[in-house]
């Protein structure tokens, strides 16, 4: 069970994700420690391990960044629900692992507090709060391969 951190807003950038003032580190354990910090200065404190961010269109706009993914992983986000990302954080999230569901209308389907389940496969979040499910379409076969095997490097490494 996740529990679901919503911000209604667009365009949440890869700088409000991770400041740019901290990618002086690979380090995810230290970019953990400063992640969503200028959207969200008490974030780290309330994310469990496995909980959601849910935000608006155009998530993870901005510089390309690895970064902003690296520090959602280290501060244990399950995964990133918005109704469209940038391509290029869209495509680093897979690349590192890391789940994002395009979801239309996210932050007016799951309110901030919420729990959640996500199956990733049949493409359905059931919002336990609610008592609802949540359709989307899920990602590729591949994407999820590259996922579940922790990355592109390691799916690379694993075939």
Known sequence: MAKA???????IN???IIPARYLNTDDVAELATHCM??????????????????GGVDFGCGSSREHAVWALQ???????IAPTF?????RNCINCGFYVIELENAAEKINDGDEIEIDYGK????????GKAIEFRPLPDFAIEIIKDGGLLEHIKKK
Not at 86 to 90: D, G
Not at 123 to 130: A, D
């Open 5 to 11: 951190h919503v911000y209604k807003r667009d365009y």
């Open 14 to 16: 890869t700088d409000e």
């Open 37 to 54: 910090e200028d959207l969200d200065t008490g974030f780290v404190g309330k994310c469990s391990a496995g909980d959601v961010i849910v």
């Open 74 to 80: 280290g501060a244990k986000v399950g995964a990133v």
């Open 86 to 90: 940038a391509r290029i954080f869209y």
């Open 123 to 130: 493409g359905v979040i059931n919002n336990k709060t609610q």
